[in-house]
């Protein structure tokens, strides 16, 4: 389709061929909803974000969500430009938001190629069938600097859970929760033992858990709770964009969302768990973080993602209203956990160059890489680089998308594949995932090991609630922090293993980060 003559190109919304066969146009009378994200009023950014990253958390200020709102979210004189656009061309205007500077539209897909200048294909890859786009999106001159995104029109797969799964164990919890045989994976208390985490609940605080798909049976975790003799957190479930708790089988995604939220409930059964449930679209996945950030009636002060994809499948666009987010809700004290990837360190693209994960590379992202660790007793006796043969590896590298950020600058990261681009390094921090030393979960009433990146991001994010309970004040943009003088000593330095091009040495490296937490140094650290 020839881009209409009165509309400019939509600065990084180009999107690349889909993989897989073309089957032919969208029919056009499907309905579509796209979210359109606006700039900020405020033009500037947010300077408070900068203000904290020398701070200690104890000394920030943070926003309030209706002051990071009326600061900083769209000017409502730009949501009424949408609402004039949308009527021009015949499309309805489903949600506005403010604070998420997100306007929802729907319409048929031949109203919505029109007017974003774009033809919609339908694609099958996998078994799976589609809307793809090639290109750029086309806007009215006018529109250009109001629009930093619009997302929806192409609804192929955009990320995975980065879980791996060990053979399944039979049995009751129970049977998995006494003295640790040799081999065998851990209970999430046995880590927490292990990793010296302070004593809490995580009382009052609250946990946000995005997923893309699978979902969660109240019964099972009844059952696990219970028979780890841990009050079971309270789960509530939100649905963005239509995402549903839709659980199948244990084979399905239900592992990543058990696994999520058993291990963070385990680490912080008294904090509240709110599982965002969303599309797996470049959409439903922006529209999970921003409702999380900006959930002023859950109040999460910590978010874990187990979902992600290499940055070379992610439009720009994407990738810098992700970051966008992120750096709204370091404003607002809230830290971002995001699994680094299982795929070592081509990430899963097979052009023999090292690729990072997204979004664990955003650097308003605490990057979660992943170790194999071995014990006796509530003693660590080796944690190396998880890389297990045929069974996955902690991703990790240098973005291609993000600069190296200040306080990164003594880290030691490598170069970026980009010549003479310094990129920011990932992951920042680790924690057991391999499955072969993973963790015990219960998904629809089957006990089984899993590990994998996506375990380390709950760990984490438990760990955080524990710390926020403890310090009686979030600890919110945790990175500036860790790499600090402050932080000296709060890791499990890992030296040894690698993840593909990167090897493991002493200090930060781009496959276990600083390495493996000390809870209880960690605490006294803030």
């Known amino acids: 389709m020839p881009p209409p003559r009165d509309r400019v190109p939509l600065p990084h919304s180009e999107r690349a061929t889909p993989?897989?066969?073309?089957?032919?146009?969208?029919?056009?009378?499907?309905?579509?909803?796209?979210?359109?994200?606006?700039?900020?009023?405020?033009?500037?950014?947010?300077?408070?974000?900068?203000?904290?990253?020398?701070?200690?958390?104890?000394?920030?200020?943070?926003?309030?969500?209706?002051?990071?709102?009326?600061?900083?979210?769209?000017?409502?004189?730009?949501?009424?430009?949408?609402?004039?656009?949308?009527?021009?061309?015949?499309?309805?205007?489903?949600?506005?938001?403010?604070?998420?500077?997100?306007?929802?539209?729907?319409?048929?897909?031949?109203?919505?190629?029109?007017?974003?200048g774009v033809e919609l294909v339908r694609y099958q890859d996998s078994g799976r069938t589609f809307r793809g786009r090639t290109g750029p999106l086309y806007v009215p001159a006018e529109m250009a600097p109001i629009v930093e995104g619009v997302f929806g029109l192409d609804d192929r797969p955009q990320a995975k859970p980065h879980f791996r799964r060990s053979p399944a164990r039979g049995g009751a919890v129970a049977t998995a929760v006494g003295p640790r045989a040799a081999g065998a994976g851990f209970t999430p208390p046995?880590?927490?033992?292990?990793?010296?985490?302070?004593?809490?609940?995580?009382?009052?605080?609250?946990i946000g858990i995005i997923e893309l798909g699978g979902g969660y049976r109240p019964e099972d975790l009844s059952t696990y709770f219970n028979q780890l003799k841990i009050q079971p957190p309270q789960v509530v479930a939100v649905s963005v964009d239509g995402g549903q708790n839709a659980p199948t089988t244990p084979d399905s995604a239900d592992a990543e969302v058990m696994l999520d939220i058993e291990v963070a409930g385990a680490i912080a059964p008294g904090a509240r768990i709110v599982v965002y449930f969303a599309p797996n679209t470049d959409r439903g996945f922006l529209d999970a973080v921003t409702t999380?950030?900006?959930?002023?009636?859950?109040?999460?002060?910590?978010?874990?993602?187990?979902?992600?994809?290499?940055?070379?499948?992610?439009?720009?666009?994407?990738?810098?209203?992700?970051?966008?987010?992120?750096?709204?809700?370091?404003?607002?004290?809230?830290?971002?956990?995001?699994?680094?990837g299982d795929d070592g360190s081509n990430d899963g693209v097979r052009d023999g160059q090292p690729h990072v994960d997204f979004p664990a590379s955003s650097s308003f992202a605490l990057?979660?890489?992943?170790?194999?660790?071995?014990?006796?007793?509530?003693?660590?006796?080796?944690?190396?680089?998880?890389?297990?043969?045929?069974?996955?590896?902690?991703?990790?590298?240098?973005?291609?998308?993000?600069?190296?950020?200040?306080?990164?600058?003594?880290?030691?990261?490598?170069?970026?594949?980009?010549?003479?681009?310094?990129?920011?390094?990932?992951?920042?921090?680790?924690?057991?995932?391999?499955?072969?030393?993973?963790?015990?979960?219960?998904?629809?009433?089957?006990?089984?090991?899993?590990?994998?990146?996506?375990?380390?991001?709950?760990?984490?994010?438990?760990?955080i609630a524990l710390l926020n309970e403890l310090k009686g004040k979030p600890v919110g943009y945790l990175n500036p922090v860790l790499y600090g003088p402050t932080s000296k000593g709060v890791f499990h330095d890992i030296t040894q293993g690698n993840n593909g091009a990167y090897a493991a040495g002493p200090g930060w490296d781009a496959c276990t980060g600083l390495g493996s937490p000390d809870g209880a140094k960690l605490l006294n650290a803030l």
């Open 292 to 340: 999380a950030v900006h959930d002023s009636s859950n109040n999460p002060s910590v978010i874990s993602i187990s979902w992600g994809a290499a940055e070379a499948n992610w439009t720009t666009q994407a990738m810098l209203s992700f970051d966008q987010a992120f750096q709204e809700a370091a404003a607002l004290g809230v830290t971002v956990c995001c699994a680094a």
């Open 367 to 463: 990057g979660c890489g992943g170790t194999n660790l071995s014990s006796t007793g509530t003693t660590i006796t080796s944690e190396v680089v998880w890389n297990d043969p045929g069974d996955g590896a902690t991703g990790g590298g240098v973005s291609r998308q993000f600069a190296l950020p200040p306080w990164q600058a003594n880290a030691g990261v490598p170069p970026s594949p980009v010549p003479g681009f310094r990129g920011r390094g990932v992951p920042d921090v680790a924690g057991d995932a391999s499955p072969a030393t993973g963790y015990i979960i219960l998904v629809d009433g089957q006990l089984t090991t899993v590990g994998g990146t996506s375990a380390v991001a709950p760990l984490w994010a438990g760990l």
């Open 19 to 116: 993989p897989g066969t073309r089957l032919g146009p969208v029919d056009p009378n499907e309905r579509v909803e796209v979210t359109v994200r606006l700039r900020s009023r405020s033009r500037t950014g947010l300077p408070s974000v900068q203000e904290m990253s020398a701070r200690l958390p104890r000394d920030r200020q943070y926003l309030k969500r209706d002051q990071l709102r009326d600061a900083h979210g769209a000017d409502p004189q730009d949501l009424a430009k949408v609402r004039a656009f949308a009527v021009q061309h015949g499309l309805d205007v489903v949600a506005e938001n403010l604070a998420r500077r997100s306007v929802g539209l729907s319409g048929t897909a031949a109203a919505m190629g029109k007017a974003f």
């Open 190 to 206: 046995q880590l927490a033992a292990l990793y010296d985490f302070p004593s809490g609940t995580g009382r009052g605080q609250c």
